[in-house]
C-alpha cells in the first residue's frame, strides 16, 4: 500500500513527461572544419579564448586560429537583407548553448557581435577594410 | 547510446528512489511518533504563528546552534547556505528554460562552492581537533564530511581544471526525466562526481543527514508553550480521552 | 595555415581588390617611406612585440591646420567611437586644443592623445593591471580586467583617458569596447601589428598636412628619429619626467 | 551575558531587541539599504552617464561617500586603543562597541566604492589580479586585513580564554589602521597629475581626520545606544569623549591650514589654491561654511566655550557638525581638486571639445546621494543587528552620574 502511493505518483509522471528532450541545436559553421576537434571545443572553447586574448592583448601576437573574430567569421549568420546577425542573438551560435546551460557570456559587452557589416562603410574606409580579416574571408570565392 | 550511459541512468533512478522513498518513509515515522508531552525548549513562543517564526529562525539561521556553539554555527552555516546556493545553481541542469532563480545564481554559485567546501573543512578540522568531540565522533560523521568534500572538490575541478561537455551533462538529465535517455559525457571528473552524488542520494535517508526533515518534528522546537492556555492532548491519547467520563 | 601563405593570400585579396574600385588614395598612404618597420625588424605573427621597438609618434604643430578635425575623425571612425550627444561623457581617444599664449597672443593648434609615457601614472595606479605598457611602449587597457575604478583617469597628467557610461552596440571587431570599463588611444595597435601606420596619421596625410609623424623611436635611420633630430620637439609636462612617446614641434 | 576580566568587572549584554523602536529603526535602515542598492543597480544597468561624473570628473558623490566611511572606520577604532594600547581602562567597556562600528563603516564604506565601479561583477577580479605598485591594490590588503584583525580583536575580547591576548591584538589592529589610512590618504597624496594633489601630507592629514570623524560617530551612536536601551552613560566618559573630539577637529584644522600653507609655498601652486579658497565658487563656499565654520569652528566653540559647558545637547550638535564638515572635507578635496582644470600648457589658453583649461562642472546626482546614504545606512544596520545578537554594549559606561550632579556648573567641571 505504502509503495503504492509513492509509484503511482512516479507512474503518472512518466506518463506525462515522456517527450522529446530539448536539445541546443547551433547552427553549423561556414567551414568544413572547426580549428579544434568539436569534443574538444565544446568543453574547452573558453580556454583558447582567454589564451588567445592574453597573448593579442599583451604580447601583440594576432593569429587567427582562436580568435574572437575568426569565430565570429565562420558562425555568423545572414538575414533575408543579407546583414550578418548578432552571434549573441537568441538562436545563434553562441547563445544557443549558453542559454540552455545557464551560462552568461562577458565577450559581447564590448567585442563586436558580428563581423563588419560590408553595407555600412564608406569609401572612406578602405583602407581598414582592406586590412579586415573577416572582410577578406567574405570576399574569398 | 554507451553502456556507461545506461549504468548511470539505472544508478540514478536508483538513487532518486531510494533517497525519495527512505524519505517519505523517514518523514511518515516522524509524523507518526508520538509527543505525548509539551517540551518546547523554553523561552518558547506561546502562538502558533510565534512557533512558525521560530521554526524559520531556526532553520534559516540556525539560532539555536549560535546560542551553543558560534564556530559550529560559523562553518555549519556556510557549509549549509553554500550548498543551498550551489544546489539552486545545478537546478540549471534539470529546468528547461532556466528558471530566473537558477539564472541569478550562477555567478556567486561558484563562490557559494568554496564558500561551502571551507564550511566543511572547519567543521572537519572541529571535529578532528576539539577532544570532546573527536570522542564521540563515529566513522559515518566523517564518511558524510568526507563525501560532501569530495562532491564539492570535484565539482570545482571540473569547473577549473578537466572540463566537460555541460549541454551534453544536461541532456543527460532532462533525458532522464523525460524517460528519453541520452548519452553521457565520459569525462573522469564528471563520473567520480555523479557517482559520489549518487552514493550521497543513497546514504541520505539512512543517515545523520535526515536532520534535514528531521528538525520539523522535533518537539522541542514546533511546539507552543501554552500548556496553561490549552489542554496538550496526543492524538493517540485523544481515544483514550473521549472515553473517559466528562467533567472527570 | 602557414604565415606565409596566408600574407601572399592576403596581398593576392588586396590587389584583386583594389584593382576592382580603384581606391589609389590608400596606396599612396602606404607609399616608399612609410613603411613602418624594415624588413629586418619586422616580426612574424607568432613572436611577441619586443622592446627593440618603441613606438612614438611627432605632433608638428607648424603643420597642424587650426579649425581640422581630420585626424579625430579618422580616429572615431577606426574605432566605432559614436557620440552618444552628451559631450562631457562621450569618449575621445584624441581631440585637437587650441592654444594662446597670454603674452603673444600667439595661437597653436595640436591633437592630444594618449602621450604613451614609458613610466605611465596610469600604469602605475592601476589596482588590477588592466592599465599596461607593451613591450614596445603602446599603453593599452585590458578591459577584459578592467574593473572600471577609474584611477587611471585620476592619475592621468593629460585626460587622455574616457570612461565608457552606458551600453554600446556599435564596436568595430578591432576595437572592443564597452560599458563600465575604461579606454583611451592606442596607437591603433590592430594597425601596428599589421605593419600599418595609426589612423589618425594616416588621416593626416591624406589631408596634406603631414603633421603626424609616426614610427620607432628606437631607430636610429627611421623617418620618426630623423625628424626628431631635424626638429627641436618637446613633451607636454616634461616636468614629471615620464618621456613620453609622443613629441610636440612647435609650441 | 559575559564577565570581563579586569580589575572591575562590566557586564555586558545583548540588545533586548523587542521593542518597536528597535523594529522601526531596523525596519528604516533596511529601508535606506534597499533603496541604496536599488540606486547602484539602476546607475549600473544605465550606465554612469545618469550619475553626475563625467570624462572630467571621474569620482563623485559615491566616492566622497565611501572615504568618509573608510576614513572614520579607522578612527572609531581609537576607542579601543585607548584601552588596549594606552592602558586607559575608562575606556575599555566600551571597546566592543568601538571595534563593531570600525568594522561595520569599513564594510560600508567599501560597498559603496565597489558598487560605484564601472564594473562591480568583476569584484573577483580586484581579488585575482594585482598590480602591486597601486596604491589601490595594497588598499583592498589594508581594507581585508583590517576586517580580519579586528575580527580576531573582538574574539579576544569575548571569549575569557582568549582575553589575555586582546592587549597584543588590539595593538596589532592600531598598527594596522595607522597604515590603512596611511594608504588611503597616498590614493590623492601620489597622483602627479592634478595641482591640488601630490602632496604627502594627504596621509598625516587623512589620519587627523579619522580621528575626528570617528570619534564624532562613535560619541553619536554611543549615547542613541546607550539612551534607547536605557543604558547609563556616565558624564566623566563622555567628558574624556568631548575633549579627544575637541583635540581632533582642532588638530584638523591645523593640518588643513599647513595642507594649504605648503600648497601656497610653491608659487606654481597658487591657481589652484586660488580656486580652491577664494574663487571657486561652490567648492569655495563648501570650504569656508561647511568645512571650516561649521565642521570645525563651531565645533571648537560648542565643545570649549564654558557656555556650552557640559551640555549633552552642545556635545550631540558638535559631533553632527563634525560629520558634515567631513562630508564636507571630502567633497572638497575629491570633487573640488578634479574640477580645477589640469595645467598641461602653463601661461596658454586652452581650449578644446573636451573641455580643457575649463573649470569641470559637475553636480551629485540623486542615485548618487541615495548609494551613499545607503551605505551609511547599512554600516549602521549591521551595528543595531549585531548590538542584538552579541553582546557588545555594557550595562553601563563611565561612572555613576548623581542625580543632582547631571548638568554640572563649569567651576565642577573644571574641578
Redesign the interface.
Known sequence: MRWCAILLPAMLYAAVAAAEVPVPSPPRGDGAQCVEPTEVMRRDHMKFLMHQRDETMHRGIRTTKHSLVECLSCHTRKDDEGRFVSINAPGEFCQECHAYSGVTMDCFGCHATTPRQPTSRSAQSLGRLLSDTSFRLHIQP | MSVLSVIYALIFYAATLIMVAGLAVKIWQYARTPAPLKIPTTPAPTTAAGVGARMFREVVFFESLFKGSKWSWLFGWLFHFGLLVVLVRHLRYFTEPLWWISALVQDIGVYMGFAMLLGLAGLLVRRSVVDRLRYISAPSDYLMLGLLIAIGGSGLLMKYVTRTDIVAVKAFFLGLMRFDWQPLPTDAMLLIHLTLVAALMIIFPFSKLLHAPGLFFSPTRNQADDPREHRHVAPWAAKLDATRAPGN | MPATKRGTQ?NE??R???GG?G?A??VL?LAPGVRLLDLALARS?????SERVRWGMLVDSTKCAQGCTDCVDACS??HGLTG?G???????YI?????????TGKA?SLP?MCQHCETP?C????????S?R???GIV?V??????????C???????A????????TS????T???????ESCNFC???V??D?EP?CV?ACAQAGHNALVFGDLNDADGALARKLEELPSRQ??ED?GLNTGVRYHG? | MEHDTAMTSVRYQTLDGQSVGYWALLALLALLVAVGYAAAHYMEVQGHHVTGMTNQIVWGTPHVFAVFLIVAASGILNVASLSSVFGKYDYKPLARLSALLSMSLLVGGLIVLVLDLGRPDRLIVAMTYYNFKSIFAWNIFLYIGFLLVVAVYLWMMFEPRMNRYSKPAGFTAFIWRFVLTTGTGSIFGFLVARQAYDAAIMAPLFIIMSLSFGTAIFLLVLLASFDWSGRPVGDDILRRLKNLLGIFVAAVLYMTMVYHLTNLYATEHHAVERFLLVDGGVYTLVFWLLQILAGGVVPLVLLFAPQFGQSRASLVTAAVLVIVGGLAQIYVIIIGAQAFPLMMFPGMEVSSTFYDGVVNEYAPSVPEILLGLGGIALSLLVAVVAMRVLPFLPERAGKPTPVSAAEPTPAEAAG
Not at chain 3, 605573427?45 to 612585440?49: I, K, L, S
Not at chain 3, 552628451?86 to 575621445?92: E, S
Open positions: 592576403i585579396n588586396r584583386r581588390w583594389l574600385a581606391a588614395a590608400t598612404t605573427e607568432e613572436e611577441p612585440v571612425d577606426e552618444m552628451r559631450p562631457q561623457t562621450d569618449a575621445q581631440r585637437k586644443l587650441d592654444l594662446k599664449d597670454k603674452t597653436y592630444l601614472p600604469v602605475d595606479v592601476c589596482p588590477t593591471g588592466a599596461f607593451r613591450a614596445d593599452l585590458d578591459k577584459h580586467i578592467c574593473i572600471g575604478c577609474r584611477y583617469m585620476m592619475a592621468c597628467p593629460y585626460k583617458r574616457s570612461f565608457v557610461h552606458e551600453d554600446l564596436q568595430v571587431p578591432e572592443p569596447r564597452g560599458k563600465g570599463t575604461v595597435v590592430h594597425r601589428d599589421r600599418r589612423a594616416e607636454i609636462r614629471l609650441v
